[in-house]
């Protein structure tokens, strides 16, 4: 089993700045990609930003330029620095990680338990 733990999120007021951090933990897994989604009351859950294992990152249009996402994969942790935040950014944030077990060369995804974002004056 792999158990994300993240930390981060709060209220913010509009233009303020934000970090998300997530840790994995578990053992006998690679991680293939890790990153962000968020999900606003009534609305589904949202890619923000990933890295996949080769280096790759996507972010959504609507946060590019203003959020940036940070990996290590050694520590098996994500960050999300969240910057010049809007109140359109408020959510539920949740990290994600799509693991590969070394032994059965199985792939899962796991979540976090989520973190409230608050982009309010």
């Known amino acids: 089993q792999v158990q994300l733990v993240e930390s981060g999120g709060g209220l913010v007021q509009p233009g303020g700045s934000l970090r998300l951090s997530c840790a994995a933990s578990?053992?006998?897994?690679?991680?293939?990609?890790m990153g962000w989604y968020r999900q606003a009351p009534g609305k589904q859950r949202d890619l923000v930003a990933v890295?996949?294992?080769?280096?790759?990152?996507n972010y959504a249009d609507s946060v590019k330029g203003r959020f940036t996402i940070s990996r290590d994969n050694d520590k098996k942790t994500v960050s999300l620095q969240m910057n010049n935040l809007k109140p359109e950014d408020t959510a539920v944030y949740y990290c994600?990680?799509?693991?590969?077990?070394?032994?059965?060369?199985?792939?899962?995804?796991?979540w976090g338990q989520g973190t409230q974002v608050t982009v309010s004056s």
């Open positions: 578990g053992s006998n897994f690679d991680i293939k990609s």
């Open positions: 890295n996949t294992s080769g280096g790759s990152t």
């Open positions: 994600y990680a799509l693991v590969r077990f070394r032994l059965s060369r199985l792939q899962y995804q796991y």
